[in-house]
């Protein structure tokens, strides 16, 4: 087999514990590749690390965005067979779960080849044939999917099902295998899924959600609303422009930042002839972290406005940045916010309300920052990658 060895004190030889963790890409977007850029940061200093995945890592890029520190040397990168990543690439239609599968496959190939100490795969519930540790962003294995997930042919009859039956066939993947791992949640909400298909507990480990957000005092922020995430239907930016119209027309001159990754074309060009319109309303595409941090931080309000989001990094920045952030009354954004009534909605009528009471109420906004402020700290890189650690070491022999 081989080892890692490191020089440990006096002089003698120790072999560093062998993990492998699976993830299908590690890109410089999204919540599940933050948590895996993350998990290798949090594991390379104790461990002899290697990533079994589809595509190389972008290391600057994927530090840019997340805020890590990751180098060439911190782990192995073990890619899959040419004919296999071949064949996502020719597939007809997206196929997140088929890549997820495809990569616990190469995983477990990996693991026949050269037994690993311990498991890891950081994008939702995997089978490697053994016990493992797998990170639950939303179950694979639930159905229904969540509506705003589903696509055209999912709602062809059968199709879902038959999908996940050859993915399933593809990962070797048993309801026993998917059972017998120690499982993650990014949210009690998603714990709950978790429990609701597969019958089994999980622990609760928030994403790490970068900070460097600078100490800008609440008298120096401008009185208005930053909004983060992708350009996708599926956030309803279209909400967000509706609430600050609202509060607008309740005599209160606040301007309304999404700052966005282009993704959904049509989304948006919707956004855009909003904006157009609203001289109140701009959009930033595709910021530094240096300066979208900066921008964040000159705001004193967040606002979120996707239903049952898993998790949530974006109202977790935005907490972080020490901004009183409102979101919807679903998923996981609850638990991000605490579950205060005051920060919460449901349509853009009562966001408006929840907004007009706290802009006007000068005793809430000290009480809420304070809140804020409390609540950043139990979504940190730190918090993250300790507790992490502790969960790995557990599965080793």
């Known amino acids: 087999m081989e080892t890692d060895r490191v020089t440990g004190i006096g002089g003698d030889i120790v072999s560093r514990p062998r993990v492998l963790v699976a993830h299908p890409y590690v890109y410089p977007s999204g919540g599940g590749n933050s948590v895996a850029a993350w998990a290798l940061q949090a594991l ?17 890029s994927v530090n840019r965005s997340f805020g890590t520190s990751l180098h060439m040397d911190d782990f192995r990168i073990r890619l899959a067979p040419p004919s296999w990543r071949g064949m996502m690439r020719n597939m007809p239609t997206p196929g997140a779960l088929m890549e997820q599968c495809v990569t ?24 490697f044939g053994r016990r493992g540790l797998h990170y ?20 062809i009859p059968g199709f879902l099902y038959g999908y996940r039956a050859c993915c399933r066939r593809v990962a070797g993947a048993t309801d026993e295998g998917l059972r017998r791992n120690v499982a993650l949640a990014n949210s009690e909400f998603v714990a709950g899924r978790i429990r609701d298909v597969h019958r089994v507990e999980s622990r609760i480990l928030y994403p790490p959600v970068p900070g460097g957000f600078p100490s800008v005092p609440w008298e120096n922020r401008a009185g208005d609303i930053v909004a ?27 301007s309304l930042t999404l700052i966005s990754h282009r993704d959904d074309i049509e989304c948006g060009a919707r956004m855009e002839a909003l904006a157009a319109a609203r001289p109140w309303f701009r959009i930033l595409y595709d910021l530094s972290r240096e300066r979208m941090v900066e921008e964040v931080a000159r705001h004193r309000y967040g606002l979120h406005t996707m239903e049952n989001e898993h998790f949530g990094i974006a109202p977790a920045e935005l907490q972080r940045a020490g901004c009183i952030t409102f979101v919807h009354r679903s998923g996981g954004p609850m638990e991000i916010v605490g579950r205060r009534e005051e920060l919460m909605f449901d349509g853009a009528a009562e966001g408006c309300e929840r907004i007009c009471t706290v802009v006007r109420d000068t005793a809430a906004q000290v009480e809420l920052r304070r809140f804020a402020a409390e609540r950043a700290e139990c979504f940190s890189e730190e918090r993250f990658c300790g507790e992490l650690r502790g969960y790995v070491q557990s599965l080793l022999p």
């Open 136 to 155: 639950v962003h939303f179950p694979w294995a639930y159905l229904p999917r969540p509506d705003n997930e589903m696509r055209w042919y999912h709602r």
């Open 228 to 254: 983060l995430g992708r350009m996708h239907a599926t956030k309803r930016w279209e909400t967000a422009v509706e609430i600050a119209d609202r509060v607008r027309s309740r005599g209160i001159d606040i």
């Open 44 to 60: 390379r200093d104790e461990y002899d690390v290697t990533l079994a995945t589809l595509g190389p890592v972008d290391y600057e």
């Open 104 to 127: 616990i496959r190469w995983a477990r190939n990996l693991d026949h080849e050269n037994r690993f100490d311990a498991l890891v795969s950081t994008q939702n519930e995997a089978d």
